[in-house]
């Protein structure tokens, strides 16, 4: 696939099949994300990749969060936080681990490249052939998370990735106009 072509075509999959990515597919979307624009070298991110039992620890710390939120919920409710996981073979977990006090690259510098780092990795697993899906929601925003996950005082999570196998179609991509959103000054 042409580096254009990639650019122009990737879609999101958020129906996902097993196997997870190998090795070799995965070293290939880690060596992406580490080539994300990057003010100062800083290198503002790192991942928590899980799979296996890993995918239900991850949803045991989804449902204690929603029980933390609200002990009267119910335990059908935990169950379907229990099982957001396994929505796919395996959930990289990006995190931008953030510098603070430095005037020439403020945190949202370093956000904004950890988010770069991601976006490569959904186009590194786009051309493999992997489907691959970020998603946040309140999993990602949730402090007991966050804690369980064992985030440092600087960091955040800024999306899970999940990937695996495309178990469906792509849907056609929104056709856009570029001369709708730009102007240009001659
Ligand atoms: C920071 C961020 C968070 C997102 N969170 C979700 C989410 O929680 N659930 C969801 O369905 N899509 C979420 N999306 C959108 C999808 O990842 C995807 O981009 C969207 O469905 C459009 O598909 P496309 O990437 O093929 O254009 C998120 C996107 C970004 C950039």
Redesign the pocket.
Known sequence: MDALELLHQ?????KLAGPAPAEEQLDAIYRAALRAPDHKEMTPYRFIEFSGEGLDRLGELFARSDYQANPHIDEGALDSARKKPKRAPMIIAVIATITPGLSKVPPVEQIISA?CA??AM?YAAYAQGLGA?????TY?HDKTVWQGLGLGEHEEL???LYLGQPGGR??D??VRNPGDFVERRR
């Open positions: 990737r879609r999101s999959m958020g988010g991601a976006h959904l899906m970020w998603r946040t929601g990602a800024i999306g899970y792509y849907p991509a929104p």
